[in-house]
Structure formats: C-alpha cells, structure tokens
C-alpha cells in the first residue's frame, strides 16, 4: 500500500530531518511510530500527506508516486486518509453531529448519505448520545473521540493519529485506543505517532523506532524499548 523508497529530506543550512528512508506498509497494518521529539516522525507524516515534498527518494501510495500527483488530483488523494490530531481541531461553533457531517458536505456526499453514515460513525466512537452537544460540553477524551469519527467518516483507507492521547487521561487514553484498534479490524490501516509506552505495548503492533532521521528499529513484536529511546 504505502512504499518509502530511499527517501531523505533536506531543509536549509543541510539539516536533514530524514536520511534514506525505506519503508514498506501493507493495506490492514496497524504501526506505532516512536521516537524522541526531532527524529523525523513528524515530517515523514507530512511527506505522506504531500504537504512536504522528499528531496530524493519517492513515495509510492497503491503503485503511484503521490509526489507526481498533479494539483488538481492532491485534494483527491487527501481523501484517502483521514487524519487525528493532538489538539483536535474541531469547529467549535458546531455540534457533535455538524463537526462530521460537514466533513461529508465538503466532498459533496447527498444529504440521504450524511443522515445514514453520521449516526453510524458516531455510534462507533460511543458518542451517539451526544449528537447535539458542542464541543465545548464534552470532555478531552470525548473530543478527540468525535475527532476520530470525522477523520473516518469518508471511509479512508489510511488513518494518521497524531499524538492523539497526548493530552488525555488515562482512561480516555485506553478507550482512544480501543477505537483505533475497531478501526483497524474493520480494514483501515493505522498509523499511530506515540511517545505512550504503555500504549505501544499494550497495543503489540508492529514499531517503527526514528531517531536522528533514521528507522533503527522495525519490530513485528510491538514493544516500546524504554532503554533503546535514545540509542543513535
């Protein structure tokens, strides 16, 4: 599905924030992505999203290099993924239900189909009840839960989540992740940045460890490594 094929990326005065990646995901895959705050998670989430560009190398999405893309097609592409922030990003003058359904108007769906697929998405995330809530009246665990609901209302076959518990309890934090985990059942692929341990070890999924640019570590056993953090 997703190919990294030696990419680097280089920004001014030769700072490299990723060298000579190579990295393979399959449709289905749920991967924690781990490492110390400026290893490079973040801009290659970015490259994936083709809002940064890889200085060499190429990035192949089902079989087509998405940095070929035209303009006119990025929009399209975009729609494949669905993204989860930290800070959620929500419409606050809007309700629970408005905060989905206008990520379903905005790509043009039918009202018929916003009327079915809402309640359904909502249902998923445990916030069916609060349909006609603002954000401001839900609590943070409740909030990235309605966040998780728009990024996964159009159906996307990727999933991006952010440090999407970084500012969580510990209890939203686990059902945050129960989410994630009914999302990846049901055939989404998951890419999950976390500096959460014990979710990357509850979760035993497949880890990708970058540190310094580089993926030092692909590990099919899901284990977080406390002591390898801040190995070069």
Known sequence: MIEFENVSKIYQQRNTSLRNINLSIDNGEFISLIGPSGAGKTTLLKILLTEESPSEGSVHFDGINIHNLRQADIPK???RIGVV???FKLLEDKTVYENVSFAM???GKRDAEIRADVPHALNLVGLDDKMFYFPSELSGGEQQRLAIARAIINQPDLLIADEPTGSLDPSSVHLII???KKINELGTTVIL???NSSVVDELKKRVIHIDNGKIIRDDKEGKYHHNSINKK
């Open 105 to 107: 108007e905005m790509i």
């Open 77 to 79: 592409y975009r729609q």
């Open 193 to 195: 940045s976390t500096h």
């Open 178 to 180: 129960n989410i994630l």
């Open 85 to 87: 922030f930290q800070d």
